[in-house]
């Protein structure tokens, strides 16, 4: 009981507002223990894990500073400016793919702001049944690497590792290391947790959910609506609606270069070939119903039901009706005036129906032989700043602009992973004091004005490969379309 009374002491001691999490708290600590009794036990032959547990619970809570100066015992290096440094990670191994997607996602306003309203949320009673630990485990660490330092730091992310490990009973693949499988998972926990926790919700009544106030809203949960058109016809099929959290791009495979919104275009307008388009074929034997060898009445009643649902411009290029049995009938005695029918060429249009805040792309760059895998170098340029349309008529766009990056060099096997991070806008308001205008998680302040910082504006990046941090400007990143592999776009409100 020592540790946990312990722990529930430096819970205090976290800027956290709603006394109710610290009920909350409480109880992700003593499902932390169980899980861990649960895992030590299945793995009996590593005693060390339920001690890898406890420190992690340590280091989830602790508020103490576990980070070290590197430099401590050499020159220590230190700037007056705010923005010279930031947080990098401590390489123990091949975990770069690790770092690289953790530090992308420290510069996302809206990822810490849903977190700050997290932590701003009463969290009812009847609610304090789902843990959320990653989520725990990663206000932590972003709020940490959101400090403001003037001397270079670093940090571990095996902590953090661990715990998704003892959430999904099991180890993260040490040998795969890549960032966007470590990405995937991370935002499927998230996700899970998030959906869990709030599935309390269904069990309360109206007025109840009245007085919970703002539930925070998941900031990478979007969907897309997926629609074929034709282009003899101009007929549409019924839209499909699916889900998204990541754009996940194929990079093309016979180009050398290409751009990113290229890239994007062509997947929101697919063309498909030698398409079966329903309401072709219904015009078709509308115009010909005559030469048609119709044997019962049922194969005439449905000819008229097809005429008028042509008529009533209700019917879709993928009609559920094709599928009817009296339908496959009519074409079966029919095969070789129909089969006189050209195919279609149809459009597939995919576009937001749910914009999210952030917008992860994913440039999937791996090719396949029979024997073997190489990685796709095709030279692709982004831009700062992408724009998309939210539904297929309407003029209406939304705006993201390049918030993080993750570059990839090397071959597909084996390489290093670094990540470009956009430094916070800072406002010098006295001599040597800075604000910045991320809102860092558990701190609430209100941005005051000041001077821009003139060294964030010529050179709004750092360039973090593990512990070494540098300064880039932004058409460095914008030119480095050989590397780049994953994106993170943030919505631009304005
Ligand atoms: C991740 O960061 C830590 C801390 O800087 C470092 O020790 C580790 O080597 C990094 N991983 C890789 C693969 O560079
Ligand atoms: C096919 O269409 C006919 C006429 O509309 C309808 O009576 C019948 O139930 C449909 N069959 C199926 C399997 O949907
Ligand atoms: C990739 O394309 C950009 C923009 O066209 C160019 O500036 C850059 O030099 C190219 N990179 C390489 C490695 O060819
Ligand atoms: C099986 C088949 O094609 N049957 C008939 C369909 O309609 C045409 C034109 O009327 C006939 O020639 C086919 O014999």
């Not at 099991?170 to 470590?182: F, N, P, T, V, W």
């Not at 932004?474 to 993170?488: P, Q, R, S």
């Amino acid at each position: 009981m020592g540790i946990l009374d312990n722990l529930i002491g430096l819970i205090r001691t976290e800027p956290i507002k709603e006394s109710s999490w610290i009920d909350y708290i409480k109880y992700n600590i003593v499902w932390f223990i169980r899980k861990a009794k649960i895992y030590s036990y299945r793995n009996r032959k590593n005693p060390w894990v339920l001690g890898s547990i406890f420190s992690l619970i340590l280091a989830s809570y602790v508020v103490i500073p576990t980070i070290t100066n590197k430099n401590a015992d050499t020159q220590i290096k230190r700037s007056k400016r705010p923005d010279k440094y930031t947080t990098g990670f401590i390489n123990t191994g091949n975990d770069c793919f690790a770092n690289s997607t953790i530090q992308s996602l420290v510069p996302l306003y809206e990822l810490n702001k849903y977190f700050e309203e997290m932590l701003m949320f009463k969290i009812p009673e009847i609610a304090i049944k789902y843990p959320m630990p990653l989520h725990l485990s990663m206000m932590n660490l972003l709020n940490r690497l959101q400090s403001t330092i003037h001397s270079p730091e670093t940090l571990s992310v095996w902590d953090f590792l661990h715990l998704l490990e003892n959430i999904h009973l099991g180890k993260i693949s040490r040998s795969q290391h890549d960032a966007h499988e470590l990405f995937a998972i991370i935002l499927e926990t998230l996700e899970d947790e998030y959906n869990r926790f709030f599935s309390f919700m269904s069990k309360l009544t109206d007025d109840e959910k009245k007085e919970l106030g703002k539930i925070p809203h998941f900031p990478f949960s979007s969907a897309m609506e997926t629609k074929l058109q034709c282009f003899s016809c101009k007929g549409i099929s019924k839209p499909v609606k699916i889900p998204t959290m990541t754009l996940e791009l194929m990079v093309p495979q016979t180009q050398s270069s290409t751009t990113l919104m290229d890239i994007i275009e062509r997947e929101r307008n697919e063309v498909i070939e030698d398409y079966s388009c329903f309401v072709c074929i219904t015009k078709f034997i509308v115009f010909n119903t005559d030469k048609l060898k119709l044997i019962n009445d049922e194969q005439r009643e449905f000819i008229q039901i097809l005429k008028e649902s042509l008529m009533s411009g209700e019917l879709r290029i993928n009609d559920d009706l094709r599928e009817n049995d009296t339908y496959k009938s009519i074409l079966f005695n029919n095969e070789t005036l129909l089969g006189q029918l050209k195919k279609s060429t149809v459009v597939r249009k995919n576009t937001f129906i749910e914009t999210p805040e952030i917008i992860p792309i994913h440039l999937s760059r791996s090719m396949y032989s029979d024997t073997q895998s190489w990685k796709n170098a095709c030279n692709v340029s982004i831009s700062e700043i992408l724009e998309f349309p939210t539904t297929l008529s309407s003029s209406s766009h939304v705006k993201y602009r390049l918030k993080s990056v993750i570059r990839h060099q090397g071959s597909h096997s084996s390489g290093h992973y670094e990540c470009y991070r956009r430094k916070p806008q800072y406002l010098k308001i006295n001599e040597d004091e800075y604000v910045n205008d991320i809102p860092e998680i558990g701190k609430s302040k209100s941005i005051t004005k000041g001077k821009k910082l003139g060294s964030v504006l010529n050179k709004p990046f750092w360039r973090i490969s593990d512990a070494k941090i540098s300064e880039v400007s932004t058409d460095y990143i914008l030119n480095d379309g050989k590397a780049v592999y994953m994106l993170f776009y943030e919505r631009l409100y304005s």
